[in-house]
Structure formats: C-alpha cells, structure tokens
C-alpha cells in the first residue's frame, strides 16, 4: 500500500486479544516529546496501561524506539521485556537475550565534529546511543539546516547513515529498521501467529507501518497528519494512552 495523504484517517479499532501482537514507538506516542531527552521520565498512569495491555495480550507487546535500551528502561521502569532500542539496532527478545546488529558504530572523529558544533550552538543536545548519534535541535529550530548540513557531511566522509525525525537528525550505522524489528519480533514466541499493530508518530516509525503492513497488520499514526503508509490515527499522547487503555478493558484512571 502506497503513502496516504495528510487527509484526515478514522481512529483505530480496538486490539483484539488474542489475535493481535502490539508494536509501540516511545517518543510522541507513549510519552510526551520534551526539549530535552533525559526530561522523559517514569509515568504511573503508563505503567499501569502499559501493564493491562500485557496481560490482555499474554507478553506480546514491544517497544521499537530511537532511543538506547538502558533509556528506554529507565522511562518504562523495566516493565517491557521486548525492545528494539536504537531504531532496531540492538533488540532485546521477550525472552530477555539481547541480540545486536553487527554494525560499525560512529567513530570518535564523529564525536568530535559534533561536540565542536555543540561547542558553538549549545541550546542544541547530542544524544549518543553507541551505533548512532542523534543531534537534537528542538530548543533552536533555526539550526536545524546547519544540524542537517553536519549530519550529511559526517556521514558521507565515513559511511554512516542519516536519519531525520522530528526536530532531530542522527547518524547511525548501518543496519535493521524498525520494521525489520518488527518481522523479526513476529518470528518469535509470544508474537508468532498474531497480526501486528505498529503505532508511532514519527518519520522512523513509517518503517513499522510497512513492517507490520507486509505481515498483514497495519500502522496507527499518532499527532499532527503527513502523508503516512498508517491506516488510523489517533491526535496525540494521551489519545494514543487511553486506546491502548480501552483496549486491556481498562477504564479512566481512578
């Protein structure tokens, strides 16, 4: 199925335990963005749907997140055993073995062009996940060309990949997207034989729309409307929460 238009989508139905297997981004879709990635924390009324929905579905939810495995974490608490952590890059399975890509990280010259440029822009944030380096410029907008500008001069100098997202660019090696996180999560106990759901906001997370889409299932976009490959949508966090939440037969928080 091609890219949808920006137009408007019909909200998503409901997940049907036990047939579905949900696959959920973290930033912008079970928790709010913030200026600043470590502003991100733990959050009870999360938990407790996050919690719900993997009873209901018997384990088969995972996390497929830009951030690093130890982040993504510290914000779920620990309470998500399947995580694909950098895009896809380093994936934990709900068995708890971690399996990381055999990819060359960026090397330390990165690191120094980009804490130079830090050095004159420091409204702007490096967040380094080891196989990728994601420059932040969501409290200066107006840098965001001269982000983007670095990003594709480091990466064409030594090999790397680029990836934009919102407000953000980041250099990575080379290696799985998030929708072949997803196909390799559905090959596995407890998400084999179910039909994923992927739900994301951002423009990584279009790769687990089709990743979800190949294997039958399909994508739910979350907040403002692009032209997306997400079947539904949903207008932001907390709408994005309390489907999930209607979904574990959960009713509003107490």
């Known amino acids: 199925m091609s890219a949808a238009g920006p137009g408007r989508l019909p909200p998503p139905p409901l997940l049907a335990p036990p047939r579905h297997a949900l696959f959920a981004d973290l930033d912008g879709t079970l928790a709010p963005i913030r200026p600043r990635p470590g502003d991100v924390r733990p959050d009870a009324e999360r938990a407790r749907v996050l ?3 993997s009873g209901a579905l018997d384990g088969a939810v995972a996390v497929i997140t830009g951030r690093a495995l130890e982040d993504a974490d510290r914000i779920l608490e620990g309470r998500i055993a399947a995580i694909a952590a950098v895009h896809g890059l380093r994936r934990r399975n709900a068995a708890g ?11 330390a ?3 120094e062009a980009i804490a130079a440029f830090l050095a004159a822009h420091p409204a702007l944030a490096a967040e380094d996940k080891g196989l990728a380096i994601a420059l932040h410029y969501r ?4 840098a965001a060309g001269a982000c983007r500008t670095l990003a594709r001069r480091l990466a064409a100098e030594h090999g790397l990949g680029v990836q934009d997202g919102d407000m953000v660019v980041e250099l990575r090696a080379a290696g799985p997207t998030k ?3 997803v196909e390799a999560f559905m090959a596995e106990p407890p998400f084999a034989g179910r039909t994923p759901v992927f739900i994301g906001d951002d423009l ?11 294997l039958g299932g399909h994508g739910v976009i979350v907040g403002p409307r692009r032209p997306t490959r997400a079947r539904f949508a949903l207008d932001d966090v907390g709408a994005a929460l309390a489907w999930l939440a209607a979904s574990a037969g959960l009713g509003p928080q107490p």
Do not use: K, M, N, Y
């Open 139 to 142: 409290a200066q907008p107006s």
């Open 97 to 107: 073995i971690v399996l990381e890509a055999a990819a060359v990280p960026p090397p």
């Open 204 to 214: 990584t997370d279009e790769h687990g729309f089709a990743g979800a889409e190949r």
């Open 51 to 53: 919690d719900a929905l």
């Open 109 to 111: 010259s990165v690191r």
């Open 179 to 181: 929708g072949e996180a």
